[in-house]
C-alpha cells in the first residue's frame, strides 16, 4: 500500500463512520480499529527500510504553476510519530468500545476520532511546508469537534472554544512563519528545507522566522503562557484525553520543534526562547498538579510539565538532549496513554474523579491499582522503568550544559525540583486513591473492575513501560537510532541506555528528586489534613487564563466599537461607505498624473463613430437616471427602468462582439428582474406614506442625501466609464489575450474561449465562484425562512392581484367568484406549462454548443432557471412542490459535488486539477462524437445556478404567499387571529 494510504484511510474511515447507525456501537468501533490497526501494521512492516538510514517519498502533482507537490514522506523519525499515533490510536479505540455509553452518539465519536488521526497522520508524514500547515490546521479543528463532543455541557464548549482559539491562532502563525522559511531557502520542500541550515541562519528573517514557528509550537504544545487551555480540554470524554495528551494534539508541538531541529537549531536565539519557554512550563505544569482535586486534572497539568521537559531538551543545542527529547516522547506517550485510561476505568467504575471522595480502591480494584502504580511510577522515574531512563539523561544534560554561568548552575537544580514535584504529584494519583479508608461503599457507584478487554490497552502500555525500564538496550535503542537520527542531521552521538552508569551526579539528583518527592508528599499531606494548602499558591499571577480572557474582552470591546462607527443597521450608509471606499481607492494612483496621460488612447486605432450605438447609450444612460429618480415614488417603475438600462448593457456586449456575455446578461436580468420584484414585498413603507405630509427641513434633508448619493454613484460611474475607454482603445504589449486564443482549441479542447476559460484555464476560479453562489443562496434562504413580510391588504379587484390559482381560491368567498377566478388564471397557466419544454430543449441547445460556440452550463442554467420561475408566478410554489418537486439543496449539493469530481479525476489520473481531457467517439448512426471532460465540469455549473436560483427564488416567493394567507386569516377573523 502507498504511503498516501496512511492519511486517506483514516479520512474515508471517518466517513464512513459518520453514516453508521446510532445503535451498532460493536460495528463503528471495529470499523476504527481495523483502520488504525492496518495502518499501524503497514508503518511497522516499513521499519526495515527506514532503520537502514532511507527515507521513503511518495510526490503527487498539486499545484505546478507555484512549485507545490503533495508530498508523503516517512523517515525514522516520523515513522516512530506515525506508530505512536496509529498504535495508541488503536488501543484507545478499542477501550473507547468499553468506557462510551449506547446513549452517546458513537458515531460521531469514532467518526472525529478517525478523521483527527488522519489529520495527525497528515502532519507528521508531509513533505511539503504549506501541505504541513494545512494538516496542522486540520488537527486543531478536529480536536475542537472531540473535546467539544458532550456539547450539551458548558465546559465542553468553553474548553474546545478555548482550545481552538489558542492553537487555531497559533497554527496562522505558523503558516506565516513557514511561509517565510520557504521564501528563505527557495523552496517548500522539506528535504531541501532541513538541508539549508547555514542559508537560513544567516538570513535576517531568521528571528522572526523563528518566533512565528515557535508559536505555532508553543501554543499547540501548551508551553507558559499558552499552557492554559490544555486542563479545559478535560471537559472531552477520557479515550480523546488519553489520545490528545499521549501521542497527538499536544504532542504536534514538540514534534514540529525536533522536526525542525536540523536547521533551526543551535542559534542563542533559539537557545533561550525553547530553553526558557520549557524551564517554565516545566515547573509551573509540575506545580500546579500538585495540587489537583480531579485525577485529569492532575494528569493535564503533568502533561504540560513533561512536555516542558521535551521542550527544555530540544531547546539545549546539544545533540545528546535531542535524541533524549525523542526517548521521553516515546516514554510519556507510553505511560500517560495508560494513566488517562486508568483514570477513565475508575471514573467508569465509581462515578467520580474526585481525589479527595476516592480512597482504599485497591480493595475493589486490585488489578486496576497494580496497573495504575506501575504507570505513575514510571510517570515519577522509578529506576526500572522506562521513565526514569529518559529522566536520568534529562538530569545528565542539566549537568553538562554549556551555556552562561549563572544559567549552567541553576539548571540542575531546576530539573531536581521539577523531578520533586513529579514525584509528588505521581503519589497524590496512587496513594491517595488506592490506599487509606476504604470508601467504596460512599461512592456514586460500586466500585468494581472493569470488563477484561477495556483493561486490555492499559496491560500492554505498563508492559512496555517494564520493559523498557528493564531491558532498555534490547528493547528500544534501535529504535530510538532509528527516530533520532533524522532529529540530529544523522550526526548521532553516542549514548547507552544502561541502566546502571556508576555512581554520579545524575543518580544523585535522582535520589534527591524521589527522597525530596516523598518528603514534600507526606508535609503537603499533613497539611491539607489540618486545613493547610488548599490550591496552588502563586499560581494566579501566571494565570494565562485570565490573560486570554482580557485579550477577548478587549477584542470585543474594540469590535463593538468599531460597529458603532462604521455600521448601521440601515442598508443606505452601507452602501454609501463601499462605494466611497471604492471611488477613492480607485482614484488614489491617479493622483499625481494628469488627464490627458491616462487619457490618452492613441495606441489603438478607433472605430468610426455610430449614431445608432450613441443612440443606444442615450437611453440607457436616461433610463439609469431615471430609475434613480423614481425610486423615490415608485419602486415597480424603477425596477422597469433598470431592466431597460440593463439591456442597454445586453446589446452592448453583443455589439462589441461578446456574444457569451451577452447572453449570460440578458438570462440574469431576466433572473434578477423576477427576484427583485418579488423583494420588494420585504422593504418597509416609505415614510411618506406612513405619516403623511413632512416637515420642510426633513425635505430639505431628504434632498440633500439625495443629491449626494447622485454624485457619489455619477462619480463612481464615470470613472468606471473613463477606465473601460482607456482600457479598450490602448494595446498592450503584455496582453493575455494570445496566450488562451492560440491555446484554448488544441490544450482545452474548444473554440470557445471564453468558454474554456471558465471550464479549464481558470477552472479553479470558476468552482470558487459557484460555491460562494451556492453558499449566498443557502444564506438568503436560512435568513428569509425566519422572518415574515407585513400582511398587506387584499380588498383588491381579482384582476389586480397578481397571484397564483391556489391563493387565489382562498381569497374569494363565492364558489362562482371561484370558477370566475381559475378561469381567468387558468390559461395563462396552461400557456407557461407547454414553455416549460421549449425552455428546457433550448437550455440542453445551449449547454451542448457551450464548448465550442457562445452558450455554456451558466447561461444554460439560467435560461432553466427562468422557466421554472414562471411555473412558480403562475402555479404557485404548491402547484410546483406536488407535481415538479425540484429541491434546489439537493441540485446545489450535486452540483458542486460533481464539478469537484471532475477535478479529482484529473487529480486521480496524475495531471493538475481540473486539467481538460477530450475524446472522440464513433457511434452507430451519429457518427463522430467530441466529447470533452469539461462537459461534466460544466454539468456541475449549470446544476448549481439552477438550484442557487430557485432556492432564493422559493425564499422569497414562498413568505410572500405565507404574506398573503396570512393577511386573509386576519382579515376572516376581524383581527382577532
Known sequence: ????????????????????????????????????????????????????????????????????????????????????????????????????????????????????????????????????????????????????????????????????????????????????????????????????????????????????????????????????????????????????????????????????????????????????????????????????????????????????????????????????????????????????????????????????????????????????????????????????????????????????????????????????????????????????????????????????????????????????????????????????????????????????????????????????????????????????????????????????RSVLALFVVGARTGMRFVSTRRLQPQLLLVMLVTVVAAGAPLLGLAVSDWLDAASRQKLAFSPMFALLWVVGCAAAIAAAWQAKYHRLTALILMSVAGLTTVVTFAWFSAPDLALTQLSVEAVTTVLILLGLRWLPKRREEIKGQEPFLVKAKAKARRTRDFLVASTAGLGLALLSYAAMSRSFPQSISPFFLERALPEGGGTNVVNVMLVDFRGLDTLAEITVLGVVALTVYALLRRFRPAAESVDLPLQQRSIPVDIATDLISSDQDIDTAKGYLLVPAVLVRAVLPIAAVIAVYLFMRGHNEPGGGFVAGLVLSTAFILQYIISGTRWVETHLPLRPPLWIASGLLIATATGLGALLLGYPFLTTHTAHLHLPLIGELHLASALFYDIGVFTLVVGSTLLILTALGHQSMRGHRRAVIHDDNKGDA
Open 1 to 548: 500500500m502507498p504511503l498516501l494510504s496512511l492519511v486517506l484511510l483514516p479520512f474515508l474511515g471517518s466517513l464512513i463512520a459518520a453514516f453508521m447507525p446510532a445503535n451498532a456501537r460493536n460495528a463503528e468501533s471495529t470499523l476504527a480499529g481495523a483502520v488504525a490497526l492496518l495502518c499501524a501494521v503497514q508503518v511497522a512492516s516499513l521499519y526495515p527500510e527506514v532503520a537502514a538510514g532511507g527515507v521513503l517519498r511518495e510526490e503527487y502533482s498539486w499545484i505546478p504553476s507555484l512549485g507545490l507537490s503533495f508530498v508523503v514522506r516517512m523517515d525514522g523519525f516520523a515513522w516512530m510519530f506515525s506508530m505512536l499515533v496509529l498504535g495508541i490510536g488503536a488501543l484507545v479505540v478499542l477501550y473507547a468500545r468499553y468506557y462510551m455509553s449506547p446513549s452517546d452518539p458513537v458515531p460521531r465519536f469514532f467518526s472525529f476520532l478517525l478523521a483527527f488521526m488522519g489529520a495527525m497522520s497528515g502532519v507528521v508524514l508531509s513533505g511539503n511546508l504549506i501541505q504541513l500547515a494545512v494538516f496542522w490546521e486540520l488537527t486543531s479543528l478536529f480536536s475542537f469537534l472531540l473535546i467539544g463532543y458532550w456539547y450539551h455541557r458548558k465546559d465542553a464548549r468553553r474548553g474546545a472554544r478555548m482550545a481552538l482559539t489558542v492553537t487555531g491562532a497559533g497554527g496562522l502563525c505558523l503558516f506565516a512563519g513557514l511561509l517565510m522559511l520557504g521564501h528563505i531557502v527557495g523552496s517548500y520542500d522539506l528535504d531541501v528545507v532541513l538541508a539549508a541550515k547555514d542559508k537560513v541562519q544567516a538570513h535576517a528573517l531568521y528571528t522572526p522566522m523563528l518566533v512565528l514557528v515557535l508559536l505555532g509550537a508553543f501554543t499547540k504544545s501548551a508551553q507558559f503562557p499558552f499552557h492554559f487551555w490544555l486542563p479545559h480540554a478535560m471537559a472531552a470524554p477520557t479515550p480523546v484525553s488519553a489520545y490528545l495528551h499521549s501521542a497527538t494534539m499536544v504532542k504536534a508541538g514538540v514534534f514540529l520543534l525536533a522536526r525542525f531541529w536540523p536547521v533551526l537549531a543551535g542559534t542563542d536565539e533559539w537557545f533561550w526562547m525553547v530553553t526558557c519557554a520549557g524551564l517554565a512550563t516545566l515547573l509551573i505544569g509540575g506545580f500546579a498538579a500538585i495540587f489537583q482535586t480531579d485525577l485529569k486534572g492532575l494528569l493535564a497539568y503533568s502533561t504540560i510539565s513533561h512536555l516542558g521537559l521535551i521542550t527544555t531538551l530540544l531547546g539545549m543545542n546539544s545533540r545528546l538532549a535531542a535524541v533524549a527529547a525523542v526517548f521521553h516522547i516515546i516514554n510519556h506517550a507510553t505511560f500517560k496513554a495508560s494513566l488517562f485510561m486508568a483514570v477513565g476505568i475508575i471514573d467508569h467504575e465509581t462515578g467520580t474523579r474526585d481525589i479527595r471522595r476516592l480512597s482504599g480502591l485497591r480493595h475493589a480494584m486490585p488489578i486496576t491499582a497494580t496497573l495504575t502504580m506501575v504507570a505513575a511510577a514510571a510517570m515519577a522515574g522509578v529506576p526500572l522503568l522506562n521513565g526514569f531512563i529518559s529522566k536520568e539523561m534529562f538530569f545528565t544534560e542539566a549537568v553538562f550544559v554549556s551555556t552562561v554561568p549563572w544559567f549552567s548552575t541553576a539548571l540542575p537544580f531546576i530539573a531536581t525540583l521539577a523531578g520533586i514535584f513529579s514525584v509528588v504529584y505521581s503519589l497524590r494519583f496512587t496513594v491517595d486513591v488506592f490506599f487509606g479508608p476504604d470508601h467504596c461503599t460512599m461512592l456514586p457507584k460500586p466500585a468494581h473492575e472493569p470488563p477484561h478487554w477495556m483493561r486490555v490497552p492499559v496491560e500492554l502500555l505498563v508492559l512496555i513501560c517494564l520493559a523498557v525500564g528493564v531491558l532498555p538496550q534490547l528493547v528500544i535503542q534501535a529504535i530510538l537510532v532509528t527516530a533520532a537520527t533524522p532529529v540530529v542531521a544523522g550526526n548521532l552521538p553516542e549514548f547507552d541506555l544502561a541502566i546502571w552508569h556508576g555512581f554520579n551526579l545524575p543518580l544523585v539528583m535522582s535520589f534527591v528528586a524521589l527522597l525530596g518527592g516523598i518528603g514534600l508528599y507526606w508535609f503537603m499531606r499533613r497539611g491539607m489534613n489540618t486545613g493547610g494548602f488548599k490550591t496552588a499558591p502563586l499560581i494566579g499571577v501566571f494565570s494565562g487564563k485570565k490573560l486570554f
